[in-house]
């Protein structure tokens, strides 16, 4: 596994692994089969692991952790705060407060079984208080040896340097893939490449839609989050659907899969880009890695470019999207 820069001074492998789907959001959790994940994961080089506080809620990082205990040396961990939640599962909403920041950060130190993280993001924008206010609170966190890293994730180009100017941003996390591309039009990649910033494109699959092994909502189980995603629903599936045939036909020319090429595409966009693909199951953990191994050359991206051009994909990305881009 060859490795990247984030920011210019955290070293990760090329090709990360997001943890959500472990325990929650994406149908029936395996707690066994998902540490199993993790575990096959380092050994096949990838050390940046993704988990969040509101995954589980909380269970996510209880996982993660015991999942690394004893290979801490191996890990760049990453988590986040800012979307919170109760141990019920309700939503509170987006909290940036200094004193919940530290308090959020505490409980992931707890929860991971770790004594520093890696790499530390603020979820989402709280609208209700200064960026500045947060990432002062998370620059006291980096002085004071809990946190390595900053990172923040959906944020606008002004809020990620409002951010930058209180402490360097080491990595920014957004949704970015063949059926996502509004980063590269919306300001966010050209700020993040204009400060130095890495780039964590989370989602680089399209939640599982551009591996062509999902028609529509009736093939994901009933507590599946995505059964409400407008991009799964009527006209837009359908329309969805066309986009992903034409990735599956390039990928069937390149004996590949239609989720290699995806992620090969992702990985092609630049020497700072980290993708973290997220998966439950040892056997597409291993065709995701095998996608590092993909050669795309300038035919291949032109194909891609027509198949899945920017604004193709139908349905807005989320149910709400109200927390995205502030």
Known sequence: MRKRELGGRLEVSELGLGCMGMSEFYGRADEAEAVTTIRRALELGVTLLDTADMYGPFTNEKLVGRAIAGRRDEVVLATK???????????????????????????????????????????????????????????ELVEAGKVRYLGISEAAPATIRRAHAVHPVTAVQTEWSLWTRDVEHNGVLDTCRALG??????????????????????????????????????????????????????????????????????????????????????????????????????????????????????????????????
């Not at 004193?99 to 950060?105: F, G, L, Q």
Request: glycine share 12%.
């Open 81 to 139: 705060f800012g979307n919170e939640r109760r141990p019920d599962g309700a939503r509170v909403g987006i909290n940036g407060r200094p004193e919940y920041v530290r308090a959020a950060c505490d409980a992931s130190l707890r929860r991971l079984g770790v004594e520093v993280i890696d790499l530390y993001y603020q979820h989402r924008v709280d609208p209700n208080t200064p960026v500045e206010d947060t990432w002062g609170a998370m620059h």
């Open 197 to 326: 910033i890495g780039f964590v494109p989370y989602s680089p699959l399209g939640r599982g839609f551009l591996t062509g092994t999902i028609s529509g909502p009736d093939d994901l189980e009933p507590s599946d989050f995505r059964r409400m995603n407008p991009r799964f629903q009527g006209e837009n599936l359908a329309g969805n659907l066309e986009l992903v045939a034409r990735v599956r036909a390039i990928a069937e020319r390149k004996g590949i899969t239609a989720g290699q090429l995806a992620l090969a595409w992702v990985l092609a966009q630049g020497p700072d880009v980290v993708p973290i693909p997220g998966t439950k199951r040892v056997g597409y953990l291993e065709q995701n890695v095998a996608a590092t191994g993909v050669e795309l050359d300038p035919d291949d991206l032109r194909a891609l470019d027509e198949a899945a051009p920017p604004g193709a994909a139908l349905g807005d990305r989320y149910p709400d999207m109200s927390t995205i881009n502030r």
